[in-house]
């Protein structure tokens, strides 16, 4: 177990200092507290792999903001002790963007639903992956919207029951990993509510990647899709991550067909390229180099 250092939080709405309360608390603001995420919904356990990654790293909450859509996923703003922005449902990324740009120094995370990142805020995302800009981007995806009470969403595998679907989807789910790296992501990862410990591993690696990176956490929503879905329970669904997932260095190793029902698990893709609040650093000195040398045109 990573030793977690966190003891002192601002104190806006829970702790002080707390004489060495141990774990993750002194990122939370309990005053928010019961949250709204149902029984067994894998949110939770995402959250706090983002936050053992985060103290991993020992990176400032006040050097942090976290940028979040609308959805069940996107609640985490409410519940996290960093600065926090809760914008509209889809346009997390534009949002931070934005931040990013005005500030490129601070660590700028967004934290949404596959409905808010995929459906409507599908534009956003590709073109955030496209400038490669400096946000790193954790996907709560529990193939359907949950606090609209069970809509399908753009991940919602073919043949899955939803309010919008009762005879079961006949679209095509988006691959985002695959989407990400198309349209120019240079981090992409995938992981599981069950397996924690490597998604944190891929959240801290994510976090301290520069350019634009993206982590697919596959998470359990046993209300409005397990139950409807034949998965009962989120044990089920959490069996059910734990059989389905293999690693992509193990499916290196394996036969294709054995792969076929399989979702791959780790690190799915790395590269280097131009970061955009850089790009845009560098052409704003050279605007201005120009203009003291007179030579700028109208
Ligand atoms: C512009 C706009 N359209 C629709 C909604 C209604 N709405 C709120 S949350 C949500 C979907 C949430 O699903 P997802 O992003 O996958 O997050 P989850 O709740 O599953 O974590 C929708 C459609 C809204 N708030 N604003």
Redesign the pocket.
């Given at each position: 177990m990573p030793t977690l250092t966190r003891q002192v939080s601002r104190g806006e709405t829970g702790w002080e200092e707390t004489g060495g309360k141990p774990g993750l608390l002194g990122y939370l603001r309990t005053g928010m507290m019961p949250h709204l995420w149902c029984p067994g919904c894998g949110?939770g356990i995402i959250m706090g792999a983002f936050l053992r990654a985060f103290d991993r790293l020992g990176w400032d909450q006040d050097e942090t903001i976290i940028v979040s859509?609308?959805?069940?996923?996107?609640?985490v703003t409410g519940y996290l002790d960093f600065d926090t922005l809760h914008t509209?449902?889809?346009r997390a990324l534009a949002f931070a963007t934005g931040v990013k740009l005005a500030n490129p120094k601070l660590n700028v995370i967004v934290l949404?639903?596959?409905?808010?990142?995929?459906?409507?805020g599908g534009n956003h995302l590709i073109h955030a992956a496209r400038r490669n800009i400096n946000i790193t981007t954790i996907c709560?995806?529990?193939n359907?919207?949950?606090?609209?009470s069970g809509?399908f969403?753009p991940v919602s595998p073919t043949g899955s029951w939803a309010t919008t679907t009762p005879y079961g989807s006949i679209d095509r789910p988006f691959d985002l990993c695959e989407l990400v790296r198309a349209a120019g992501g240079t981090y992409v990862a995938r992981g599981t509510a069950y397996h924690v410990r490597s998604l944190t591993g891929l959240i801290e690696k994510a976090l301290k990647h520069k350019g634009f990176s993206f982590v697919e956490a596959l998470?359990q929503?046993p209300t409005?899709f397990g139950r409807r879905n034949q998965l009962h329970n989120a044990v089920d669904m959490l069996l059910w991550q734990k059989e389905h997932a293999v690693n992509v260095r193990a499916a290196t190793r394996m036969d294709p067909e054995d792969l076929r029902d399989k979702i791959l698990i780790g690190e799915l893709y790395r590269s280097e390229a131009p970061e955009y609040t850089e790009e845009y650093a560098r052409i704003r000195e050279q605007v201005r180099q120009k203009a003291r040398e007179g030579d700028l045109v109208q």
């Open positions: 949110h859509g609308i959805g069940c996923s996107s609640r509209t449902h889809g949404a639903g596959d409905g808010d990142l995929a459906a409507i709560f995806n529990n359907i919207y949950g606090m609209t809509q969403s998470s929503c409005y």
